[in-house]
């Protein structure tokens, strides 16, 4: 008789165990859930420095812009095409597109 209890006793905590680890892995404070949330954490703090990284190179050239007249210039010239007064501009064409037929 005691054998049959110990039995009873032993697969009643056995599904008691299955149920309590089912539950505590699939419900909304699982760990499946706190998996998908560590992992959104981990993109969302990449994100966040790339966008200081970003935030830090768009300073950069904004102060450039500000206070640096070579860059200004350099700028002006290959961004918009813009030339002093008297300057001239050569355009080099290679000669394989003058000779293609």
């Not at 006793?9 to 149920?19: G, M, N, V």
């Not at 499946?32 to 703090?45: F, Q, T």
């Not at 501009?89 to 290679?94: A, F, G, N, P």
């Amino acid at each position: 008789m005691t054998y049959k209890m110990n039995l009873k006793r032993k697969t009643f905590l056995f599904i008691s165990a299955a149920l309590f680890l089912s539950l505590f892995t699939f419900n909304d404070l699982g760990l499946i859930k706190l998996y998908n949330l560590n992992s959104k954490k981990n993109e969302i703090r990449l994100e966040i420095d790339n966008l200081i990284l970003q935030e830090i190179k768009l300073t950069n050239e904004i102060d450039r812009l500000l206070y640096d007249d070579d860059y200004i210039q350099y700028v002006a010239k290959t961004k918009y095409h813009l030339v002093k007064p008297g300057e001239k501009i050569y355009k080099v064409i290679e000669r394989k597109n003058i000779f293609k037929k």
